[in-house]
Every structure is written in C-alpha cells, then in structure tokens.
C-alpha cells in the first residue's frame, strides 16, 4: 500500500496539553468548559488514572498482553494518559508491546485483529517509523480490500473468520478508532469513510428509540437486548469522531444526529442513584441484571468528550461526572494500588439470559483502558 505521508503535530495532543493557559477552567458568564479545555494533569481523576495505569503494568508484564481488542484497548487507554502526564513508563509499556508483538508477528483478520494500529498511529505521531507504519497500512488494507461488507457496505465484524455478513456495533470502535487517529493525523479521507461506516451501522442497528442493537440478523440474537457496552463503544467512538470534526472547523450533521439521539437514549437509562449502567439496559428488572463498569466508564468518556468540544451541553455534563463518580466506587484498593472491578467479559450478541449471564471479573486489561480515558475526560470539568 502507497504510504501517506505523515503528520508529526497530533491535534488532539496539542488539544489535549496545550488548549488552554489554565487547567479545569471554566468560562465565568456560562460556568462551562471554554472549547478545547484540556484535561487537568494535577486533579483527582488524572491522579487515579495514573495510579491504576502504574499498578496494573508493575503487575502485568507488556510480553503477555496480546494482538487483539482487549489489549489495543488498554494501550490506547495508556497513550492518552501519557499524553497528559508524559509519565515515560506509560510510553515504554505500549511501545515495548507494539514492538513485541510485531516482532512475533500478526494477523489483522477480523474487526477484534484492527485496536493495536491505534497505538501505532499514536507512536506515528512522534515520527516516522517503517513498522508502526505498517502496522497502520496493513490494517487498512484489511479495511479496504480483505475484510467482508455486507450488501449495505457495512464491514463485518468477524471479517475472514466467519462465513456470516453482519454488522456488531463493537467495530465502530475497534476499527472506528484507527480510522478517526489516522483520518486526524495524516489521511482526512479516512474521516469520509468512518462517516460512511457510522451511517451505514445506523441504518441497520439503532432503533426510533435512540438505542442500538448489537448485531444485524445474528442467529440466537435477542434484537430487544440493547447491550450497554456495545452501546458504549459507539457512543465514545462517535464522540472522538465528531471531536476531530471540530477541531477541523467542519461538521457532519448525519453523525451528529444519529449521536445525539443515541446520547439521550443512553442518559435515560442511568441509574440514579449509582451513576452507572446496567449491562442490559432495555431489561432493568431482570433480577440477573448488574450495573457494569467499563460501558458507564466509556459513556462518561464520550459524553464529556463531546461537552468539552461544544457539542453537548451542562446537561449532559452532568451526566458524565455523576458516571464518573459511579467508575470511581468500582475502583478498590488492591494492596499494591487501585483496581478496576466490576468489568464484564467478552460478550456475543445472544439471548437474554446468556448476557446476563456474563461473567463479571477485576483488573481487566479492556476495563483499565477504558477507566483511564474516562478518568482524564472527566478531569477538570466544572462541578
């Protein structure tokens, strides 16, 4: 594939560490977050994020995390908090990992086999390098021409893995982030064509009611199931979509639409009194139901990534740190530091019973990631 040349500034860095004079500030006529207010480095939340990153590589080394979601997903976490702290232990681990596993070798095969590249662009952003380029060219050729579509144009979840075309809404992350970084940092066609893929999941998926199922036409699929960390992951990929969007002066109503919708959905089904989400949220008096970590951490991710960018407002701001608050009660001390508990496994679209059957573990690699992008996108943001 023809290498595009690259771009050393990263917007969101420079968004992220330099968009304002004055950390956690707030505009004194509206009491909101001026655009581009930055995370705050020395708050609370940043703190913890940085104690649970810390604590979980002393105790898992970088060699036996794998090429997949789970461990993209905990190394974007990593990447973003490095870019706050600039804490270089975060940066050895997910660059000793990238190179690890590209020296033993990949496979990018389906939507699960596309997180790693978000690292690589990540790296990418400091300079060039031929591997993590190639890490990046190689799964967009997976995109463009290896992995299956459906006749909507959707690509697949399972890609060459299974002879069944269908769109799960965990993709609009897993490869959804790779195109947002990159669309961002070097090819701003790849923002064309996440838009396209967000439509065309859109189409199938999300119902009148702003939720989104979990799978199109997928055998043993109870499609009245709305999953909260399928939902999840939709909501901060769009979120970091329309984000890039601003930052560029541009807009894309069609996906701001299909994203407020969704957001409202989702604030109707917070619990009250916890902050946090059930993992089923369209069955909330099933007595198997259980509030679930990593999905409120990720709706409290996008809701206030899409507050500090001006596009979602006090209500929902308000949403986001009440979710964080719920995160935080997840979080415990483990002896040698903070652990993320309460993180559902993996989990397929099925019936009813079999996601609330789903088993429920602590210091989860994907759980960890995904507390520390909520932890540094609630930092900072007027009370």
Same mark, same amino acid.
């Given at each position: 594939m023809e290498r595009l040349p690259i771009v050393t500034v990263r917007a969101v860095g420079i968004?992220?560490?330099?968009?304002?004079?004055?950390?956690?500030?707030?505009?004194?006529?509206?009491g909101s977050c001026p655009d581009r207010c930055p995370p705050d480095p020395a708050s609370e939340e940043v703190e913890l994020a940085t104690a649970i990153a810390l604590r979980y590589i002393d105790s898992h080394p970088y060699e036996d995390e794998i090429w997949d979601w789970k461990s993209g997903v905990l190394m974007h976490g990593l990447s973003e908090l490095?870019?706050?702290?600039?804490?270089q232990r975060l940066h050895d681990y997910y660059q000793s990992w990238l190179d690890y596993r590209i020296d033993q070798g990949y496979q990018i095969v389906w939507s699960d086999s596309c997180p790693p590249a978000i690292t690589a662009v990540a790296l990418l952003s400091e300079g060039p390098n031929d591997d993590y380029q190639s890490v990046v060219d190689n799964t967009l050729e997976y995109l463009d021409l290896i992995a299956p579509r459906t006749e909507e144009g959707g690509i697949s979840h399972n890609g060459i893995l299974g002879n069944r075309l269908s769109v799960w809404l965990d993709s609009l992350f897993m490869f959804g982030m790779v195109l947002n970084r990159w669309g961002e940092l070097a090819d701003p066609d790849r923002l064309d064509m996440e838009s396209e893929?967000?439509?065309?999941?859109?189409?199938?998926?999300?119902?009148?009611?702003?939720?989104?199922?979990?799978?199109?036409?997928?055998?043993?699929?109870?499609?009245? *199931?709305?999953?909260?960390?399928?939902?999840?992951?939709?909501?901060? /990929? #769009?979120?970091? =979509? &329309?984000?890039?969007? @601003? +930052?560029?002066d541009q807009s894309d109503p069609q996906v701001e639409q299909i994203f407020r919708e969704h957001v409202q959905a989702i604030i109707g089904s917070q619990d009250e009194e916890t902050g946090r989400w059930l993992t089923v949220m369209s069955h909330p008096d099933e007595p198997d139901n259980y509030l679930e970590t990593s999905a409120t951490a990720l709706f409290s991710y996008g809701i206030a990534r899409a507050y500090r960018y001006g596009i979602l407002g006090d209500a929902e701001r308000k949403v986001a740190l009440k979710a964080i608050e719920g995160v935080k009660e997840m979080i415990v001390d483990g002896g040698d530091g903070? *652990?993320?508990?309460?993180?559902?496994?993996?989990?397929?679209?099925? /019936? #009813?019973?079999? =996601? &609330?059957?789903?088993? @429920? +573990?602590?210091?989860v690699n994907y759980g960890v990631g995904v507390a520390i992008l909520a932890l540094i996108e609630t930092s900072g943001l007027p009370e």
């Open positions: 968004a992220l560490l330099v968009g304002s004079a004055v950390f956690g500030c707030t505009d004194a006529t509206t490095y870019l706050v702290t600039e804490e893929q967000i439509q065309i999941f859109a189409d199938v998926l999300q119902d009148e009611n702003g939720f989104m199922r979990h799978a199109q036409d997928w055998p043993g699929y109870d499609e009245s *199931v709305y999953w909260a960390r399928g939902n999840s992951w939709v909501l901060g /990929s #769009l979120a970091d =979509y &329309l984000r890039i969007r @601003v +930052e560029r903070p *652990v993320v508990t309460g993180v559902s496994t993996a989990t397929d679209p099925w /019936s #009813l019973q079999e =996601y &609330l059957d789903v088993a @429920v +573990e602590d210091d």
